[in-house]
T-cell receptor, first 112, second 111 residues
Framework: EAGVTQFPSHSVIEKGQTVTLRCDPI?????LYWYRRVMGKEIKFLLH????????ESGMPNNRFLAERTGGTYSTLKVQPAELEDSGVYFC??????????FGPGTRLTVL | RKEVEQDPGPFNVPEGATVAFNCTYS??????FFWYRQDCRKEPKLLMS???SGNEDGRFTAQLNRASQYISLLIRDSKLSDSATYLC????????????FGTGTRLQVTL
């Protein structure tokens, strides 16, 4: 069974540009989460989808971040415009209801 | 103050040693507790859940002390392959799906 996949694995962009990260959850998992690890800090929750609905977006840093999950399958996280402090590793995770969250390999974002 | 506090280490131990990691959490409404393992430049993976009664999985033993808001992980007979960062993770009542991570404790097992 395929795990959670994320694309791209790495992205290097300049400040002010736009980047879109994609996450494909494990097939059949209704719950999809985005987390972020900024260098030197702990992994932090960004938001949680149940199917296509945002269940909890309390961790989204500001309105430069937009997450979508159209059709309840894959999800995208867009950062526009990117700032230096957005650099970090963005993890996606998925789960069946109430069960273990399985993480993807992450997207390493560098904003120059 | 961080919600979940861990000693970052690194803990350098020889193969075969026993090593223990501790973690404290500040939110008394914390509901579920886990240890995750993260290898260098990889994703976190669930190692084990932690219960008040304590639980054991092979060489790994986890304990929870709710009164002291303290979680521990004991690794016996360390293997080279145990080298990784161990993340203490909690969830809170009402936000059971939202994982709150500590910064992790790095373990290096050497020959």
């Amino acid at each position: 069974e395929a795990g959670v996949t994320q694309f791209p694995s790495h992205s290097v962009i300049e400040k002010g540009q736009t980047v879109t990260l994609r996450c494909d959850p494990i097939s059949g998992h209704d719950n999809l989460y985005w987390y972020r690890r900024v260098m030197g800090k702990e992994i932090k929750f960004l938001l949680h989808f149940v199917k296509e609905s945002k269940q909890d977006e309390s961790g989204m840093p500001n309105n430069r971040f937009l997450a979508e999950r159209t059709g309840g399958t894959y999800s995208t996280l867009k950062v526009q415009p990117a700032e230096l402090e957005d650099s970090g590793v963005y993890f996606c995770a998925s789960s069946q209801s109430g069960n273990e969250q399985f993480f993807g390999p992450g997207t390493r974002l560098t904003v120059l | 103050r961080k919600e979940v506090e861990q000693d970052p280490g690194p803990f350098n131990v020889p193969e075969g040693a026993t090593v223990a990691f501790n973690c404290t959490y500040s939110n008394s409404a914390s509901q579920s507790f886990f240890w995750y393992r993260q290898d260098c430049r990889k994703e976190p993976k669930l190692l084990m859940s932690v219960y008040s009664s304590g639980n054991e999985d092979g060489r790994f033993t986890a304990q929870l002390n709710r009164a002291s808001q303290y979680i521990s992980l004991l690794i016996r007979d360390s293997k080279l392959s145990d080298s990784a960062t161990y993340l203490c993770v909690v969830t809170h009542t009402g936000t059971a799906s939202k994982l709150t991570f500590g910064t992790g404790t790095r373990l290096q097992v050497t020959l």
